[in-house]
C-alpha cells in the first residue's frame, strides 16, 4: 500500500517555503505614492504631534510594560492586581492633570503638582485611599526616573 505525501512546507533544501512570520512589505501609504492605491481606501498623513493627554497614556502604557517586566521585592514578577493598581493611580493622575487643564506630561511634574492632586484626591476619598494612591503612584516616578532620569520626586527641605 503506498501512501500520498502532502505537500511540505519546506523546500528540497529544507528550508521553509515562506516564513510564518512574514508580513507584506509595502504599506496602503507607499502603495498610494506608486499610484497603485486600492479604490475606496483613503491615505493618512501623519499626525505632526501629539497631544499632552496622548503622551500621559503612552507613558502609561510604556509604564505597564516596564512593570511586566521587573520582578518585585521578592524577585517575583508582578502580579496582575499590582499592576492594574499602579496603572490606576497614573490615570488618576492623568485625569486630575486633564481636569486641571495642564498641558504638560509626566515628565514636568514637580513636588507641588502631586501634593495638589492629593488635597484634591483626599476630598473625594478616604485618607487610607488617598495614602493607598500616594504609594502606588510612586512607582510611576521611580519608572520615571529609571527609564528617562527625571529625578525622584522628594519634598522639599
Not at 516564513?19 to 505632526?48: E, W
Not at 524577585?75 to 493611580?89: G, H, R, S, V
Not at 514636568?108 to 492632586?117: E, G, K, L, M, S
Not at 510612586?138 to 522628594?154: D, K, N
Request: aromatic letters at 8%.
Amino acid at each position: 500500500m503506498s501512501t500520498t505525501r502532502s505537500a511540505s512546507r519546506h523546500s528540497t533544501d529544507g528550508r521553509p517555503r515562506k516564513s510564518p512570520l512574514r508580513v507584506a512589505t509595502m504599506s496602503l501609504d507607499a502603495a498610494a505614492m506608486l499610484g497603485r492605491q486600492q479604490p475606496g481606501a483613503t491615505v493618512h498623513k501623519p499626525r505632526k504631534e501629539v497631544s499632552a493627554p496622548e503622551l500621559r497614556l503612552l507613558a502609561i502604557s510604556e509604564f505597564d510594560g516596564w512593570l511586566r517586566a521587573r520582578t518585585n521585592k521578592h524577585d517575583l514578577p508582578y502580579q496582575e492586581d499590582t499592576i492594574t493598581a499602579y496603572k490606576e493611580a497614573a490615570r488618576a493622575l492623568h485625569r486630575w492633570m486633564t481636569k486641571q487643564q495642564i498641558d504638560d506630561d509626566f515628565t514636568t511634574i514637580d513636588t507641588a503638582a502631586p501634593n495638589t492632586f492629593f488635597a484634591d484626591y483626599l476630598d473625594g476619598h478616604c485618607q487610607n485611599g488617598t495614602n493607598t494612591i500616594q504609594r502606588n503612584l510612586a512607582h510611576l516616578f521611580v519608572w520615571r526616573e529609571a527609564e528617562y532620569g527625571y529625578p525622584t520626586l522628594t519634598p522639599p527641605p
